[in-house]
């Protein structure tokens, strides 16, 4: 079946840094890439919706200058977390649609991102 | 000051018990629904799905049921293992203008206890 692969799965920062987290369709293509963050005990939250070869589109309170998308191809999108604060410590989930359509959506395994 | 955090609806049975676990979602315009599992640390993996021209469906130990009417979704699933515990969340996808966006309901952790 589909397989989306997520990396890094876990990764810790200073405070101010930048973090890139990788989200890759590994047998199919992907057209739309969605970006989740999940804080403990909590649900899902979409962030934004990646499309490839255009602009993401962010969901109401989420800072576009602060997570930049990137979805250069049809099997990768990118999210950067920039200048990272304690705050931004969260799992992170990306999920991918297959290139044909239908309904499915495959998710990445998750970062787990904390900030120090 | 102090924060108060969420806490997830919670459902525990015995190994071999029948387990339902509901989900009321939002959007009357949603056509297409998705339970999911999520394990601790890791992605929400698949379970079932429903579209909106079927009120029922059937896949190995888990049932779907969808009554557009009260705008409720439940997962039943026979025979609960000790590996069926974990959190599991319902999603709807809304269709038109917000096709694609899947919006995900509040949880619910189940433990299946041997």
């Known amino acids: 079946g589909a397989v989306v692969s997520q990396h890094p799965s876990r990764v810790i920062c200073k405070s101010g840094t930048s973090v890139k987290i990788e989200c890759r369709s590994l047998?199919?293509?992907?057209?739309?890439m969605f970006w989740y963050r999940q804080f403990p005990k909590q649900s899902l939250m979409l962030m934004a919706t990646s499309n490839e070869g255009s602009k993401a589109t962010y969901e109401q309170g989420v800072e576009k200058d602060k997570f930049l998308i990137n979805h250069a191809s049809l099997t990768l999108s990118t999210l950067t977390v920039t200048s990272a604060h304690p705050e931004d410590s969260s799992f992170y989930i990306c999920s991918a649609r297959e290139h044909q359509g239908g309904y499915g959506y495959t998710f990445g395994s998750g970062t787990r991102l904390t900030v120090v | 000051g102090e924060s108060v955090g969420l806490h997830l609806p919670t459902l525990s049975v015995q190994e071999g018990d029948n387990s339902i676990i509901n989900c009321a979602y939002s959007?009357?315009?949603?056509?297409?629904f998705i339970w999911y599992k999520q394990e601790s640390g890791k992605g929400p993996q698949f379970i079932i799905d429903?579209?909106?021209?079927?009120d029922k469906r059937q896949g190995q130990r888990v049932t779907v049921l969808l009554n557009k009417t009260v705008k409720h979704l439940s997962l039943q699933i026979a025979a609960t293992q000790p590996g069926d515990s974990a959190v599991y969340f319902c999603?709807?996808?809304?269709?038109?203008?917000?096709?694609?966006?899947?919006?995900f309901g509040q949880g619910t952790i189940l433990t299946v206890h041997p």
């Open positions: 959007n009357s315009a949603s056509d297409y």
């Open positions: 999603a709807e996808n809304a269709g038109g203008t917000s096709y694609g966006k899947l919006t």
């Open positions: 047998d199919f293509q992907a057209t739309t």
């Open positions: 429903i579209r909106s021209n079927m």
